[in-house]
Nanobody
Framework: VQLQASGGGLVQPGGSLTLSCAASGVIDKITAVGWYRQSGGTQRELVAGITHLGVTVYADSVKGRFTISKNGADNTWYLQMNSLKREDTAVYYC??????????????????????WGQGTLVTVSS
């Protein structure tokens, strides 16, 4: 699986941005996609995830502001980010999970990320 992330940029506080993660390769094996972010010397953290059944999970810090979705027609996953804050500034990465079944309907979070990463896309929230 190859992932291509895009959509980052500079946006003012309170603004919106949509990130895209286009997948190619063995797409039908993907059971979940997660968006992660990393800033400064911090660890990469899960921001939002969606399973193949459409179950979504969000970090508490982005609930109500970010929405993850999938366009089945073009095998692309999106992260719609609204009401952006300075603390959302980070490099955002998408990750595809091919190993966990995600057969349920309720998840608090996703499992550990796989080795399938898109390249990062930088989001800068600044006035």
């Amino acid at each position: 699986v190859q992932l291509q992330a895009s959509g980052g940029g500079l946006v003012q506080p309170g603004g919106s941005l949509t990130l895209s993660c286009a997948a190619s390769g063995v797409i039908d094996k993907i059971t979940a996609v997660g968006w992660y972010r990393q800033s400064g010397g911090t660890q990469r953290e899960l921001v939002a995830g969606i399973t193949h059944l459409g179950v979504t999970v969000y970090a508490d810090s982005v609930k109500g502001r970010f929405t993850i979705s999938k366009n089945g027609a073009d095998n692309t996953w999106y992260l719609q980010m609204n009401s952006l804050k300075r603390e959302d500034t980070a490099v955002y990465y998408c990750n595809a999970d091919l190993y966990h079944a995600y057969a349920g309907w309720h998840y608090a979070t996703l499992g550990p990320p796989s080795d399938y990463w898109g390249q990062g896309t930088l989001v800068t929230v600044s006035s």
